[in-house]
């Protein structure tokens, strides 16, 4: 089946890093992703890792990817009170080149 | 282009009511993606159409849903005698669908809010 779990909340202190995790269930994905919600406003993507990579890194972000355990995460460095947002991790099932299996979201709080 | 579009941004009706959004994808995209997302979840597809033709459907897309994408640009989502149920925000996604990463990644609207009293 085609499932994506994460942690419901994170709560970080400003300028430590922050790493949100997730597990999926379909092993045949092609693409996993990382996109960004912050109230009232749509899913901004922000990365993406191909499932033969298992490491990826965009200026703060770092993607890491282990297909043995089926375990994305996602570390963003020096987290700041603008990183404040939903994060949903998403899977893209080589079943279908159509759709993405979104997670429930980690909502990411910054304490001052 | 500034992205994809969809309207009305907030839509509250009475139960039985019918309501319809509208979605402008990203010009030149061809793949078009309906989500639904409710509150504290994740979005759940819906349905995708690759220019006009409608290719998949969810489960979760009930007789009373219903889309079109008439010309292969602009796409409609049709809710009949809507039902509290169906209060959500309504997402819309585009991509290039060509194949790869770079154009089959989904670049989402704001979305459209609706609630049904």
């Known amino acids: 089946g085609e499932d994506v779990e994460q942690s419901l909340f994170l709560s970080v202190r400003e300028g430590d890093s922050s790493v949100i995790n997730c597990t999926y269930t379909d092993s045949s994905s092609t693409y996993l992703y990382w996109y960004k919600q912050e109230p009232g406003a749509g899913l901004q993507l922000l990365t993406y890792i191909f499932s033969n990579m298992d490491m990826k890194q965009d200026q703060r972000l770092t993607v890491l990817l282990n297909k043995k355990d089926k375990h994305l995460s996602l570390r963003i460095a020096d987290t700041q009170t603008g990183d404040s947002a939903i994060y949903f991790c998403?899977?893209?099932?080589?079943?279908?080149?159509?759709?993405?299996?979104f997670g429930s979201g980690t909502r990411l709080s910054i304490r001052p | 282009d500034t992205g994809v579009s969809q309207d009305p941004r907030h839509k509250i009706t009475k139960r039985g009511q019918n309501v319809t959004f509208r979605c402008d994808p990203i010009?030149?995209?061809?793949?078009l993606y309906w989500y639904r997302q409710t509150l504290g979840q994740g979005p759940e597809f819906l349905t995708y159409?690759?220019?006009?033709?409608?290719?998949?459907k969810s489960r979760l897309l009930s007789d009373r849903f219903s889309a079109e994408r008439p010309k292969g640009s602009f796409s409609t989502l049709e809710i009949q005698r809507t039902e509290q149920g169906d209060s959500a925000m309504y997402l819309c996604?585009?991509?290039?669908?060509?194949?790869?990463?770079?154009?089959?990644?989904?670049?989402f609207g704001p979305g459209t809010r609706l609630t049904v009293l």
């Open positions: 998403a899977e893209s099932p080589y079943s279908s080149a159509s759709k993405i299996i």
């Open positions: 159409f690759q220019n006009e033709a409608q290719l998949e």
């Open positions: 996604a585009s991509t290039e669908g060509y194949g790869g990463a770079s154009t089959d990644t989904q670049y």
């Open positions: 010009s030149e995209h061809n793949r």
